[in-house]
């Protein structure tokens, strides 16, 4: 980085210490070599991260990034076996990369179980579309988001019969009429979604079809426009991150109280930490899902 600004190492030094003290970056040691580590983007297993870079696979995991920014949700199986991303090619090494991420957390896919061939589909999204990160509240509705698009994807490109011709069509029109017409495929397709109270699944008058129900809630209403923009841009406005979410994230002498079941965060003081406890602390708090 020094090298590519072509700053003086003393202004790069204090820029960094301020960025560290702010929260901005996590430094981490990884293969002998030092690592800044964004937790505003990457919010879960950083030190796998950073083992990655140092390793030479920097350049790697920002390529797979870039791809899957304007693929979000793709299938994980699909990535693997064409060794491509939406018709990009991605070299070995950068699938081994994939694999890795997919293995240590980096990159979280949510699944789709096939009852049939009693197998689990992966769906590859970037750990958290946008340059903030999420509150307790702002994870569950990404968490919805996540499992819309995996199921678009699935009837997209993995359809058992008849394939989803237009994802944003098919979402814009459960946001205006609240279903999705009747389909064999849709108790396999939606399942999770109804495990995720996003909605229900009717049964039609034909035996084996069903139709999916929204359950309008502003949680889901949010999660179904946010699933919108991922297919229309590959990231979200939307996210956002309460003041108290950041002091949360920056401080090591707050907690946080109720973060799944409030999205306001409450802090307390506490004494001041040794370096291991704040290390730990630290890694609580990035690792709160």
Same mark, same amino acid.
């Given at each position: 980085?020094?090298?590519?600004?072509? *700053?003086?190492?003393?202004?790069?030094?204090?820029? =960094?210490?301020?960025? +560290?003290?702010?929260?901005? *970056?996590?430094?981490?040691?990884?293969?002998?070599?030092?690592?800044?580590?964004?937790?505003?983007?990457?919010?879960?297993?950083?030190?796998?991260?950073?083992?990655?870079?140092?390793?030479?696979?920097?350049?790697?995991?920002?390529?797979?990034?870039?791809?899957?920014?304007?693929?979000?949700?793709?299938? %994980?199986?699909?990535?693997?076996?064409?060794?491509?991303?939406?018709?990009?090619?991605?070299?070995?090494? =950068?699938?081994?990369?994939?694999?890795?991420?997919?293995?240590?957390?980096?990159?979280?896919?949510?699944?789709?179980?096939?009852?049939?061939?009693?197998?689990?589909?992966?769906?590859?999204?970037?750990?958290?579309?946008?340059?903030?990160?999420?509150?307790?509240?702002?994870?569950?509705?990404?968490?919805? +988001?996540?499992?819309? *698009?995996?199921?678009?994807?699935?009837?997209? &490109?993995?359809?058992?019969?008849?394939?989803?011709?237009?994802? *944003?069509?098919?979402?814009?029109?459960?946001?205006?009429?609240?279903?999705?017409?009747?389909?064999?495929?849709?108790?396999?397709?939606?399942?999770?979604?109804?495990?995720?109270?996003?909605?229900?699944?009717?049964?039609?008058?034909?035996?084996?079809?069903?139709?999916?129900?929204?359950?309008?809630?502003?949680?889901?209403?949010?999660?179904?426009?946010?699933?919108?923009?991922?297919?229309?841009?590959? =990231?979200?406005?939307?996210?956002?991150?309460?003041?108290?979410?950041?002091?949360?994230?920056?401080?090591?002498?707050?907690?946080?109280?109720?973060? %799944?079941?409030?999205?306001? &965060?409450? +802090?307390?003081?506490?004494?001041? &930490?040794?370096?291991?406890?704040?290390?730990?602390?630290?890694?609580?708090?990035?690792?709160?899902?």
């Amino acid at each position: 980085m020094i090298g590519r600004l072509g *700053v003086e190492k003393p202004i790069f030094t204090r820029v =960094e210490s301020i960025a +560290t003290a702010g929260g901005l *970056v996590v430094p981490k040691r990884a293969r002998g070599q030092d690592v800044l580590v964004s937790p505003f983007y990457f919010s879960d297993s950083l030190d796998a991260l950073a083992s990655q870079a140092a390793a030479g696979g920097a350049k790697g995991v920002q390529h797979i990034l870039e791809l899957l920014k304007k693929a979000q949700g793709w299938p %994980l199986s699909m990535i693997l076996s064409r060794g491509e991303i939406n018709g990009s090619k991605l070299s070995p090494s =950068e699938i081994q990369i994939l694999n890795e991420l997919v293995a240590d957390g980096v990159l979280r896919p949510p699944s789709l179980h096939n009852s049939k061939t009693n197998t689990d589909e992966h769906f590859v999204f970037t750990p958290r579309p946008g340059s903030k990160s999420l509150d307790g509240s702002g994870r569950e509705v990404y968490e919805r +988001t996540m499992a819309i *698009v995996a199921a678009v994807r699935k009837g997209q &490109l993995m359809p058992s019969r008849y394939s989803i011709r237009s994802p *944003v069509a098919l979402l814009s029109k459960l946001r205006s009429c609240k279903k999705i017409g009747a389909s064999t495929e849709s108790a396999q397709q939606y399942m999770n979604l109804v495990t995720l109270r996003v909605g229900s699944l009717r049964a039609a008058s034909k035996a084996g079809w069903y139709e999916f129900v929204l359950i309008e809630t502003p949680e889901n209403i949010q999660a179904l426009d946010d699933a919108i923009m991922l297919f229309q841009q590959g =990231e979200l406005a939307s996210l956002d991150m309460s003041d108290d979410a950041r002091i949360a994230l920056q401080r090591d002498e707050s907690y946080i109280q109720s973060i %799944l079941a409030s999205s306001k &965060l409450r +802090t307390t003081m506490r004494p001041a &930490l040794d370096e291991q406890a704040k290390s730990e602390m630290e890694q609580m708090f990035l690792d709160l899902k």
